[in-house]
């Protein structure tokens, strides 16, 4: 049972390229995630997709797509890459009780240059 | 709109010693308070949860956790602090059963010999 699954776990980008971040659940949960980390900033929420076939805005959707592929599948695509995207990415996926948790993906670290 | 402050960026302390790292949130409904950790380079973990009853919440690794509603704290304890606790702390606040889990900016613990 790997639970969230993240692909690739590095990249390097130059301004302008384009890039989809893979995410994949094994757990059955309707719900996924994508955040970025920044230092001092904490986790801030960039889209959220609540079921197959939704998904909304987060707190900073700026730059970014996103795709559910299938309920197993939440996809984050940067369409053209800007040094303000370099963070470190993670997917997540929360039990369908009220009160469960988050289950995070082990992050994909992004670099624009 | 809910927030969660982590009032401390940075705990230095030693080997053995005690340690309280404080989270305040500001939400005039029900919640749901969360302490996440995060090891280098790893994703984020649940430490512990509180949802509803008992005010004082132990998790893991011997940490625990004070609801305090009057005062809109989470705080989190633990007496006796090793080496391995180093890492960063993330409280969250999830509003009600539905809403979207918003994260502090962390605290990061460092323990000494």
Redesign the interface.
């Known amino acids: 049972n790997a639970g969230?699954t993240q692909t690739p776990k590095f990249q390097v980008l130059k301004t302008g390229q384009s890039m989809t971040l893979q995410c994949a659940q094994d757990m059955n949960h309707n719900s996924m995630?994508w955040?970025r980390q920044d230092p001092?900033?904490?986790?801030?929420?960039i889209y959220?997709s609540a079921s197959e076939g939704t998904t909304d805005k987060?707190e900073v959707p700026n730059g970014y797509n996103v795709s559910r592929l299938n309920k197993r599948e939440f996809s984050l695509r940067l369409e053209s890459a800007a040094p303000s995207q370099t963070s470190v990415y993670?997917c997540?996926s929360?039990g369908e009780?009220?009160?469960s948790?988050?289950h995070?993906?082990?992050?994909t670290r992004l670099t624009v240059t | 709109a809910q927030s969660v402050t982590?009032l401390d960026?940075q705990v230095p302390v030693f080997e053995e010693a005690p340690v309280e790292l404080r989270c305040n949130y500001s939400s005039s409904v029900s919640v749901?308070l969360?302490w996440?950790v995060q090891y280098p380079?790893?994703?984020?973990?649940?430490l512990l949860?509180y949802?509803s009853g008992s005010t004082l919440v132990k998790g893991i690794n011997g940490f625990e956790a004070e609801f305090n509603k009057s005062q809109t704290s989470f705080h989190l304890r633990k007496p006796s602090v090793h080496i391995s606790d180093t890492a960063e702390y993330?409280c969250a606040v999830?509003r009600?059963?539905?809403g979207?889990?918003i994260?502090?900016?962390?605290t990061k613990l460092s323990v000494k010999p």
């Open positions: 969230v995630y955040y001092g900033m904490g986790l801030r929420l959220y987060g993670f997540a929360p009780v009220g009160g948790p988050l995070f993906g082990n992050g | 982590q960026s749901y969360f996440y380079n790893q994703g984020l973990q649940l949860k949802l993330f999830k009600g059963s539905q979207n889990l994260f502090g900016k962390g």
